[in-house]
Every structure is written in structure tokens, then in C-alpha cells.
């Protein structure tokens, strides 16, 4: 009967460890807000929160909510509008674009009127890029970027490298 104790207890012991997913860079909560249909990593300090494009102009507490946000490539287009951009610098958002085929450039204050208005209208790049860009007012645009090519899939060390850049970067 004992052995029998001893076996269930080892048996969740098990089960519990084997179904953490652990931490992403420290053992600090992080909130993500994510826009559009994404698939994310999971891990056991992370909290993912859906949010929609309307809510990047609206939500004025979203800086305070989350430390990142995630905008799929469903949404780029939207985000590259004109009041997205202003929103992001007056909030001083943290953005991490995903997959995008024209670049970085999209997604930064038009230095000149001859730059395209959105995102459609710039030339698609050989790569998909990740871009991670911290917005803030009266600052040079500044971003990290990764690429990789359509056969490729964002896939979890993906995640977590562009995570790391952000975070090394905020400590």
C-alpha cells in the first residue's frame, strides 16, 4: 500500500514538472497584449490578452497593462495608418510586428511627404521580418528586427531571441 502512495505521488510529480512550460527570460509575470490571430509560445509566466485594433487608439491604460504588444500580419495594414503611428508614440508603446513583408518602414512617423501612406503601398521586402520597436515621443525611430524566409515558421526560439533584445534592453 505504501509503494502504491509512493508511485502516485512520483506519478504528479511527474505530470506536473512534464507539463510546466517555464519561464520566458525571468520568473517575472509579463503581459502581452496581441492583436489579431496570433500563435504564440506558452509559458507559465506569461499572459496573453487579445485585444482589438480599435483599442491601440482608445485604451489609454494600455501602456500600464502590458509590457509588449504583438500585432499579427492581419493587422499590419491597419497599423500603418497614419493615427496608429501617433498613438503609438503618445503612448509610448512597445511593438513587436509580426511577419512583415515590407520592412520596418510602415510602421515609423513619414519622415518626408514622399514616403507611401500604408503599408500596401511599399514594396514587399524577400523576407518576412519580426520587428520590435519601443515608440517614444521626440525620440529617433529605433527598432530590432529578425528575418526569415516563407518556409520558415515563427517558431518559439524566434520568440524568445526578439524577447531577450527587448528585455536586455528595459533591465
Same mark, same amino acid.
Given at each position: 500500500m505504501r509503494g502504491l502512495f509512493y508511485a502516485i505521488i512520483i506519478s504528479i510529480l511527474i505530470l506536473l514538472v512534464g507539463c510546466s512550460q517555464g519561464n520566458l527570460i525571468?520568473?517575472?509575470?509579463?503581459d502581452i497584449g496581441v492583436v489579431g490571430e496570433v500563435s504564440l509560445p506558452e509559458?507559465?509566466? @506569461?499572459?496573453y490578452t487579445s485585444i482589438s485594433v480599435e483599442e491601440l487608439l482608445t485604451n489609454d491604460i494600455i501602456k500600464e497593462t502590458f509590457q509588449l504588444l504583438v500585432i499579427g500580419e492581419d493587422h499590419l495594414e491597419s497599423v500603418s495608418e497614419k493615427e496608429y503611428i501617433d498613438a503609438f508614440? $503618445?503612448?509610448?508603446?512597445? @511593438?513587436?510586428?509580426?511577419?512583415?513583408e515590407k520592412g520596418h518602414i510602415p510602421f515609423m512617423e513619414p519622415v518626408t511627404l514622399d514616403l507611401p501612406k500604408t503599408y500596401h503601398d511599399y514594396n514587399d521586402w524577400p523576407r518576412k521580418t519580426i520587428i520590435l520597436k519601443e515608440y517614444k515621443k521626440d525620440s529617433p525611430f529605433t527598432y530590432k528586427s529578425m528575418d526569415y524566409s516563407? $518556409? $520558415?515558421?515563427?517558431?518559439?526560439?524566434?520568440?524568445e531571441n526578439i524577447f531577450r533584445r527587448f528585455y536586455k534592453e528595459n533591465r
Open positions: 525571468s520568473t517575472e509575470p509579463i509559458y507559465d509566466n @506569461v499572459t508614440y $503618445e503612448k509610448e508603446l512597445k @511593438v513587436l510586428f509580426l511577419k512583415s516563407d $518556409e $520558415e515558421t515563427f517558431i518559439k526560439e524566434d520568440f
